[in-house]
């Protein structure tokens, strides 16, 4: 077997490393301080890139990587990554957002603390010299009793609000996500909005990614809905606060001050206009991330994410797709080879360019996660819709966009004749085709071509052929097949006798010619045959 090729572009942990040379399955360069030019010449041969921040995977690099399939950040912001072409291109990317959690929060702590009470200033006057007059100078503020509002209450933000309320401060976070449920188990006052959150705050700390909706989400209009006196905390991204607004806002003596470790612009100038600001200020480098144990831990993670997926299909953290654990993968691999075969199915039976796609689930399965079932049966459909190779369970979803082929979702409560199943259906101009699977025992079978109900292996070499309902129709099919040497594994005949024909599911241990299909569809009372192979 070929091994799977990962290039470790950034630094990351020698454990990590030793993980990935340790797998029998898998070889790995590190190969770090690459130029675009180099990493361009590089990159097609490789299965796998690792990266921390100082890689840009580019829309370029994407196109040149013809054999990339995953691309793993060590670390929680993928802003270095074009995730759009990644997409398009079919290549995961995948993150580690607990690695760096409480590295992450510490710091931001800290960065309160210190701007509260002017660690940085005062540091820089002790070393001076003037330690009576900067003991006069920098006269702090307390956070015991003061309103923190966290804007972003996931992992970091979670962390911050456990140690703010140890520290004696009411606690209000905003988070889309953020469920009543949750707040109370956190013990924190949920906001409906950023404004609600930032309206009578003494201090506001960001946990949020860069994005067109979360830019400037600190701007001159919610920093006056702060109190008089508050303090500004970032160490999540640099462009989430609008710095000039921000520099006002403590020039007027609104705010008093902010700890950041991130810029909107980074490395920042060293004449930052924030930089000349007396007190209350506290200014990292980026720094987040940066401790012995978070490098170890992100620098592990990404190598087991990278290695777990290259080696048994595993998914873990990916930012473009849905993941899925090995609990997941166990729940539910059993019907993505179904799901598969459904989605070709459709591809070869139903109508040509098709308004939508829908998957519905019955049964148990129904309550379970089923959006990687969804996303394989329209994979397996288009592949087989255009055969070109550059369609994967990544981007497929957009490749179906670009198409202008609707995607749907159901579950449906309504008991059918089987425990689970799963219907796929195709609909053009209101009408609609569908096939249907489940699984019987430990084996997946096609049950329903089009309501008519048949029993059939979901790979194989298929023979669809509908025909008039009359006798010796399936005869004569035999014979034909027969006679050219082809032998039938498995047949299913079913019955529509409404309209008086009938679907027969031909199973054949080898291939037919495109001969046989022809001479079979000009026999009499034949009206269509379809040749399968999955």
Do not use: W
């Not at 923190?148 to 140690?163: D, T, Y």
């Not at 449906?412 to 569908?434: S, W």
């Not at 048949?454 to 509908?466: C, H, P």
Request: glycine share 8%; hydrophobic share 45%; with cysteine.
């Amino acid at each position: 077997m070929a091994k799977q090729r990962i290039l470790v572009s950034d630094p990351i942990s020698d454990i990590g490393v030793d993980l990935l040379r340790n797998h029998p399955e898998i070889e790995v360069d590190v190969n770090t301080g690459l130029s675009p030019e180099e990493l361009l010449k590089i990159i097609p041969s490789y299965h796998g890139l690792i990266i921390r921040s100082q890689t840009k995977v580019t829309a370029e690099v994407l196109a040149a990587a013809t054999e990339l399939k995953a691309v793993g950040r060590a670390g929680v912001g993928v802003d270095n990554v074009d995730r759009d072409a990644a997409t398009n291109h079919g290549v995961i990317v995948m993150n580690t957002p607990t690695g760096n959690t409480i590295s992450t929060a510490e710091l931001a702590f800290t960065l309160m603390l210190s701007a509260a009470r002017n660690i940085g200033p005062a540091h820089a006057g002790v070393l001076a010299g003037d330690f009576p007059a900067a003991r006069k100078a920098y006269k702090g503020i307390e956070i015991n009793n003061k309103r923190l509002a966290v804007i972003g209450m996931g992992r970091i933000g979670a962390e911050f609000a456990k140690r703010a309320q140890a520290f004696g401060m009411t606690v209000v976070a905003y988070d889309p996500f953020l469920t009543q449920a949750r707040a109370d188990q956190l013990k924190v006052e949920l906001a409906e909005s950023p404004d609600a959150a930032l309206t009578g705050a003494d201090v506001v700390t960001l946990h949020v990614p860069m994005t067109d909706d979360t830019k400037h989400i600190i701007n001159a209009d919610r920093l006056a809905l702060m109190n008089k006196g508050a303090l500004v905390v970032n160490c999540a991204r640099g462009g989430l606060i609008d710095e000039a607004a921000l520099k006002a806002a403590i020039e007027s003596g609104h705010i008093a001050g902010c700890g950041l470790d991130v810029y909107e612009d980074e490395p920042p100038s060293a004449d930052h206009p924030l930089f000349n600001l007396p007190k209350h200020v506290s200014f990292t480098p980026h720094l987040g991330a940066s401790t012995n144990e978070a490098q170890e831990n992100v620098g592990i993670q990404v190598a087991e994410q990278l290695r777990d997926f290259l080696t048994t299909g595993e998914i873990r953290n990916a930012i473009n797709m849905p993941s899925l654990d090995a609990a997941a993968l166990s729940e539910i691999g059993g019907y993505l080879d179904l799901a598969t075969s459904l989605g070709k199915f459709l591809a070869k039976l139903g109508p040509a360019n098709p308004d939508s796609i829908r998957v519905s689930y019955h049964g148990e399965l129904a309550e379970k996660d089923t959006s990687l079932i969804s996303r394989t049966v329209l994979t397996g459909y288009l592949e087989a819709a255009r055969p070109d190779g550059q369609v994967n369970i990544v981007n497929s979803p957009a490749v179906a966009r670009d198409m202008g082929l609707e995607t749907v979702e159901s579950t449906i409560t309504a008991q059918t004749e089987y425990a689970e199943l799963i219907v796929a259906e195709l609909r053009k101009d209101g009408k609609k085709f569908r096939v249907a699977g489940t699984i019987i025992g430990q084996s997946p079978r096609i049950v329903e071509i089009d309501h008519l109900f048949v029993d059939t292996n979901i790979k194989g070499n298929f023979l669809i052929v509908r025909n008039d309902d009359r006798p010796g129709i399936v005869g004569l099919v035999g014979s034909a097949l027969g006679s050219a040497g082809l032998n039938i594994a498995n047949l299913s005949l079913a019955r529509n006798k409404s309209e008086g024909n009938a679907l027969n599911v031909i199973e054949l241990d080898t291939s037919p010619s495109a001969e046989i299909v022809a001479s079979l569809s000009d026999a009499p009372g034949v009206l269509s045959v379809t040749a399968i192979e999955i």
